[in-house]
């Protein structure tokens, strides 16, 4: 009986320790990514936003003028376009490339640097863009259907654009294709692979972009397969649960996880693909008050996110909302967010 007591004092002996030395790394590593951290040496990241002509539609805006009014007046030099399938190939086999190819000839003439995304889960609500003729459900669509009629688009998107469109620099196959968020079909690793695949297959000069979440992922799984790994970063989110909250991290969260893609990925190159710069309210963003939405998201908050993001380390920094700057500008005759962007831009 002694033996046994003895026993079972060593072995809660052993429990509390280990428990002691994981709660002592949890609390060490919290102290860590919330260390003070220098924007000094990476003030000459890249600014670029991602744009969204339905987005900008959606919000009333004229999206050729939102368009142009970035790349003229804020000077953008650097941007993301989704290419939405439902709106290129609305009847099968029949393409209407016109409203894509006008933003391209626009930024080529510009000297304006494009990361194009392709697939079918791309930038902005409801994240997935696949033709009714491919199922009415994109949450439960047959998957072989499925992969070979979004192959057989990438494939016709790639070799239209390959050759002859230098702004072109990269290409993204799907948005965050590893976080389950949007009216989406599951996750499909093998899907993501075999697009992947026909990228390179069919356009070997360009790098490939894999982008995941930045505070609900490991990073991982897209970092391995692609040659750019690109993370969004939201500081403040908003849940019907939960209201309003703060992560509680500072910019070394970010630089543990791309030592953790280093290690495990092999991928030394990560960059901010989505930083908070517009509002996240209940609902829509523009039905809410416009005091609400500046609450939110406004010029110093702007300003404070990306030197949170220069803190990281990523040398390249798309910003999310640039669309809303244009409408607080030109419909809530409110320049402050816009002016702050072109600040950052152009400095």
Same mark, same amino acid.
């Given at each position: 009986?002694?033996?046994?007591?003895?026993?079972?004092?060593?072995?809660?002996?052993?429990?509390?320790?280990?428990?002691?030395?994981?709660?002592?790394?949890?609390?060490?590593?919290?102290?860590?990514?919330?260390?003070?951290?220098?924007? =000094?040496?990476?003030?000459?990241?890249?600014?670029?936003?991602?744009?969204?002509?339905?987005?900008?539609? *959606?919000?009333?805006?004229?999206?050729?003028?939102?368009?142009?009014?970035?790349?003229?007046?804020?000077?953008?030099?650097?941007?993301?376009?989704?290419?939405?399938?439902?709106?290129? /190939?609305?009847? /099968?086999?029949?393409?209407?490339?016109?409203?894509?190819?006008?933003?391209?000839?626009?930024?080529?003439?510009? %000297?304006?640097?494009?990361?194009?995304?392709? %697939?079918?889960?791309?930038?902005?609500?409801? !994240?997935?863009?696949?033709?009714?003729?491919?199922?009415?459900?994109?949450?439960?669509?047959?998957?072989?259907?499925?992969?070979?009629?979004?192959?057989?688009?990438?494939?016709?998107?790639?070799?239209?654009?390959?050759?002859?469109?230098? !702004?072109?620099?990269?290409?993204?196959?799907?948005?965050?294709?590893?976080?389950?968020?949007?009216?989406?079909?599951?996750?499909?690793? =093998?899907?993501?692979?075999?697009?992947?695949?026909?990228?390179?297959?069919?356009?070997?000069?360009?790098?490939?972009?894999?982008?995941?979440? %930045? !505070?609900?992922?490991?990073?991982?799984? =897209?970092?391995?397969?692609?040659?750019?790994?690109?993370?969004?970063?939201?500081?403040?989110?908003?849940?019907?649960?939960? %209201?309003?909250?703060?992560?509680?991290?500072?910019?070394?969260?970010?630089?543990?996880?791309?030592?953790?893609?280093?290690?495990?990925?092999?991928?030394?190159?990560?960059?901010?693909?989505?930083? *908070?710069?517009?509002?996240?309210?209940?609902?829509?963003?523009?039905?809410?008050?416009?005091?609400?939405?500046?609450?939110?998201?406004?010029?110093?908050?702007?300003?404070?996110?990306? /030197?949170?993001?220069?803190?990281?380390?990523?040398? /390249?920094?798309?910003?999310?909302?640039?669309?809303?700057?244009?409408?607080?500008?030109?419909?809530?005759?409110?320049?402050?967010?816009?002016? =702050?962007?072109?600040?950052?831009?152009?400095?």
């Amino acid at each position: 009986m002694k033996k046994i007591i003895a026993g079972a004092k060593k072995t809660l002996q052993l429990i509390v320790y280990g428990v002691g030395i994981i709660l002592s790394v949890i609390i060490m590593l919290f102290i860590y990514i919330n260390l003070p951290a220098s924007a =000094a040496k990476n003030n000459d990241a890249k600014i670029g936003v991602t744009f969204s002509s339905i987005y900008a539609e *959606q919000i009333g805006l004229d999206w050729r003028e939102a368009y142009l009014a970035m790349i003229d007046d804020l000077q953008i030099k650097y941007v993301r376009l989704p290419v939405y399938w439902d709106r290129v /190939e609305k009847s /099968e086999g029949v393409y209407d490339f016109a409203d894509l190819d006008w933003q391209l000839e626009q930024a080529r003439s510009r %000297g304006v640097e494009i990361v194009l995304v392709i %697939g079918q889960k791309v930038p902005r609500w409801p !994240e997935c863009y696949v033709p009714k003729w491919v199922g009415e459900d994109p949450s439960n669509l047959d998957a072989m259907r499925l992969k070979s009629k979004l192959l057989k688009f990438d494939e016709v998107v790639i070799e239209r654009y390959k050759n002859g469109h230098p !702004e072109i620099t990269r290409w993204q196959v799907e948005n965050e294709p590893f976080l389950n968020f949007g009216i989406c079909s599951k996750v499909d690793p =093998a899907l993501l692979d075999a697009e992947i695949s026909k990228v390179r297959e069919l356009d070997a000069t360009r790098p490939i972009m894999v982008t995941d979440s %930045g !505070e609900l992922s490991l990073w991982v799984n =897209a970092a391995k397969r692609a040659d750019i790994f690109g993370t969004t970063m939201y500081r403040e989110v908003y849940s019907k649960e939960m %209201g309003h909250w703060r992560y509680p991290v500072g910019p070394n969260f970010f630089k543990i996880k791309q030592l953790i893609i280093k290690l495990f990925a092999d991928q030394d190159n990560a960059v901010v693909i989505e930083l *908070q710069g517009e509002p996240w309210v209940a609902g829509w963003t523009i039905d809410a008050p416009v005091e609400t939405q500046l609450a939110s998201m406004n010029a110093e908050i702007l300003v404070d996110n990306i /030197e949170f993001a220069k803190k990281t380390g990523m040398k /390249e920094i798309y910003v999310w909302g640039v669309e809303w700057w244009y409408y607080m500008k030109t419909v809530q005759n409110n320049p402050t967010i816009w002016e =702050a962007a072109k600040t950052l831009v152009q400095k």
